[in-house]
């Protein structure tokens, strides 16, 4: 965490108190907790002193910079409430995790995949205990950067935050040989550029689960092979299909699963939510694809980003829809009730797989 050097939570809604830990970032340049539910003390450390009021107005907070003094107005923080707003429950309980204004900082950058990792940081900082309740909470783990921490001290993270999940885009043998007898369930990704290789040739196949696969397995908790991310539309599509098959037939031992990981730019139709379906670009490769996820017991991966869907329609999509703050229902479709946008998006999915003859596919 000592990396950190932004650090943005304006406008959330969070509430309780500050982690302590928060004082301990000697990295920090920016910081803005304006116009939350925050309340009790403000750590006591030089660094969070340096900043100015501003970035903390709008919250009940006391102490240095503020000039309320804590011991002099007897403030003392109402008991911690368990927050459950920011987060979404999904397949056999991975919990995803989303806040919209953290999104909306960091999508300028170029490197999505990076965003994962610094994600989750921000939020174990701020959110401390409340962040990760037991290992049913998962966290991408994006590589494609400088400077980062090597593998060892980011499963430590993992670790001390209590996440139980990650996912590594790419066999990264430094980042295996680190996951060894965590306890941390893995789903490790195909590169898009090997695909083709792995689905031309059976060989290439078990080369590639005897390099990555077999020699941790004892010791690291595969969950699933992601073969390919968000390859759909696309010239190496054709190549999906193939490649999982040739990988689930060479994965001789244990219970892992293949899948592979889509936009929900797969779907020509997303609303109603109940007449999602695939675009004519990718129904034919979506449905043989869903139909085998069906036959071998796997789920549909995707990346579902209710930011980029608030940005492309903000007039027809309220912010509090998008942000999972909404106290009324937006959207009724048949029998089913939405409050929020992420809902909506997964249920798309689904009716689309139904449609595709995979009605048992779990996303």
Not at 103 to 122: D, G, H
Not at 190 to 195: A, F, G, K, Q
Not at 242 to 266: E, H, R, W, Y
Not at 321 to 344: H, P, Q, R
């Amino acid at each position: 965490m000592k990396w950190l050097e932004s650090m943005d939570f304006s406008m959330n809604q969070f509430s309780g108190e500050i982690p302590p830990s928060t004082a301990s970032l000697t990295f920090l340049s920016h910081l803005n907790l304006s116009y939350n539910n925050l309340t009790g003390q403000i750590p006591k450390g030089t660094q969070l002193q340096s900043f100015d009021e501003s970035c903390f107005i709008g919250n009940e907070l006391c102490g240095a910079p503020l000039d309320k003094n804590c011991s002099a107005n007897g403030v003392i923080p109402p008991p911690a409430v368990e927050q459950h707003r920011g987060y979404h429950l999904l397949e056999d309980g991975l919990i995803l995790l989303f806040s919209f204004q953290i999104a909306a900082i960091f999508a300028m950058a170029t490197n999505f995949e990076l965003l994962c990792p610094i994600f989750s940081v921000a939020l174990s900082v701020l959110l401390g205990p409340n962040f990760a309740t037991g290992s049913s909470v998962g966290v991408c783990y994006g590589m494609v950067a400088n400077d980062l921490p090597p593998p060892r001290e980011v499963i430590d993270m993992y670790k001390s935050n209590q996440i139980g999940r990650m996912r590594l885009y790419d066999p990264n043998p430094e980042a295996l040989e680190a996951l060894r007898n965590s306890g941390i369930e893995v789903l490790v990704g195909v590169r898009n550029e090997d695909l083709q290789q792995l689905a031309g040739s059976y060989s290439a196949a078990e080369n590639w689960v005897a390099t990555y696969i077999t020699p941790y397995s004892l010791q690291v908790q595969f969950r699933y092979i992601v073969v390919g991310n968000e390859v759909f539309p696309g010239n190496s599509a054709r190549y999906v299909l193939p490649a999982m098959q040739n990988l689930q037939n060479a994965l001789s031992f244990g219970d892992i699963k293949v899948s592979t990981s889509i936009a929900t730019s797969v779907l020509g139709v997303s609303y109603p939510p109940s007449a999602g379906a695939f675009s004519q670009d990718t129904i034919e490769y979506m449905v043989p694809i869903a139909q085998y996820l069906n036959n071998i017991g796997a789920p549909l991966l995707a990346n579902v980003y209710p930011y980029f869907a608030y940005i492309g329609d903000p007039i027809d999509i309220s912010l509090p829809y998008a942000l999972f703050t909404s106290e009324t229902v937006v959207v009724t479709d048949g029998g089913l009730s939405y409050d929020n946008l992420l809902d909506t998006m997964v249920d798309a999915l689904y009716a689309a797989l139904e449609k595709a003859g995979a009605p048992q596919v779990q996303v």
